[in-house]
């Protein structure tokens, strides 16, 4: 359980600690100013972490039909 608060936790750190250290333009990542990759990128990895976090908490299991 505490592994999927400290997953949940990571997106946040991302975003909002990652910001200031990539916080420049120069380099283009697949056409984007290199923040925008960056923010781009937290968004899509945060769906894919929830999802991992939907699939392994034991609580979504109780009502599960077998």
Sequence with gaps: ???MGILAFLPFIGVLVGTPFANRVS???LGMPFILFWIVMWVV???FIMA???KFDPKNNE???K
């Design 1 to 3: 359980m505490r592994y």
């Design 27 to 29: 380099p283009y990542v």
């Design 45 to 47: 990895l945060t769906s």
């Design 52 to 54: 991992i976090i939907f």
């Design 63 to 65: 009502g599960e039909i």
